[in-house]
């Protein structure tokens, strides 16, 4: 896939090197449930926001990322980013019901990012914020975007907080 259809996406709060995006979405495409099911050349399903106009993006991302020269989320709150995602991404080609958030967090540990839903029957739309290992990200945000399984996967955590359904 090389153009932009059920992609789950993914912002920036912090400065992220150019390294960690990389590893990110290397990491994140990487478990065998979607090199299975998409074949190794087509798991492709994130897209990285990095700007507040979403008709500039015209196609996933694919490792390696290269330096970003701007962070127009940098700073905000995952309620900001949740709120941007609701009003201003459609699908299709992008998914709003689940995203991740790569933060300063993320920067520190190079092996983390925050993953933001909206908890299912929540009449006040109470969001679940849960930190996910990179390898299970993705698989996370697809399953979430793709009506697959409710909130019961982001509240599998390890005894630090962190998902990590691969080590389960």
């Known amino acids: 896939m090389t153009t932009l259809n059920d992609n789950s996406p993914v912002f920036c709060t912090a400065e992220v090197p150019a390294d960690i995006l990389t590893k990110f979405f290397e990491v994140g495409y990487s478990p065998p449930e979607l090199v299975d099911e998409l074949g190794a050349e087509n798991v492709d399903i994130g897209v990285l926001v990095n700007t507040t106009d979403m008709s500039t993006i015209t196609k996933p991302t694919l490792p390696p990322v ?12 995952p309620t900001d980013i949740w709120k941007f995602a ?18 300063d967090q993320t920067v520190k540990d190079k092996e983390t990012c925050l993953l933001v839903t909206r908890r299912e029957l929540s009449k006040e739309g109470e969001l679940i914020m849960v930190r996910s290992d990179f ?28 998902i990590r359904y691969h080590e389960n």
């Open 66 to 77: 290269s330096p970003q020269s701007s962070w127009p989320f940098k700073g905000k709150s």
């Open 86 to 103: 609701q009003e201003s991404i459609i699908y299709p080609p992008i998914y709003n019901k689940a995203l991740a958030i790569l933060d």
């Open 135 to 162: 390898k299970s990200a993705m698989i996370l945000l697809n399953i979430r975007n793709l009506a697959i399984a409710g909130d019961e996967h982001f509240e599998n955590t390890d005894s630090d907080g962190v």
